[in-house]
């Protein structure tokens, strides 16, 4: 089994900055991907970023110059630098983990999600 703890989010003005963070734990032998989505009501799960072991990065569209993923493989932690933020970016960030376990095989995990607001 793994687990994902998220960190950061709240409440930000128009053009502001936040840092989410996520730390995975368990039996983890291999971290595959890392990455965050998020999600507003009465919409599907979207894609924010998604890095890989090997450093492979995949933005969505609407964040792609804004935000930056980074990641720590000896950690088993990843971040996420939300710059220039509008109204639009108001959702429930998601860490989403991609991991090879001790027993089990390969899963994909979620983080219990953070709110990050966007407003004036």
């Known amino acids: 089994q793994a687990q994902l703890v998220e960190s950061g989010g709240g409440l930000v003005l128009p053009g502001g900055s936040l840092r989410l963070s996520c730390a995975a734990s368990?039996?983890?032998?291999?971290?595959?991907?890392m990455g965050w989505y998020r999600q507003v009501p009465g919409k599907q799960r979207e894609l924010v970023a998604v890095i890989t072991s090997g450093g492979i990065i995949n933005y969505g569209d609407s964040v792609n110059g804004r935000f930056t993923i980074s990641r720590d493989n000896a950690k088993n932690t990843v971040a996420l630098q939300m710059n220039s933020l509008k109204p639009e970016d108001t959702a429930i960030y998601y860490c989403n983990a991609d991991v090879l376990l001790l027993i089990g095989g390969r899963r994909v995990y979620w983080g219990q999600g953070t709110q990050v607001t966007v407003s004036s």
């Open positions: 368990g039996s983890i032998v291999s971290m595959i991907a």
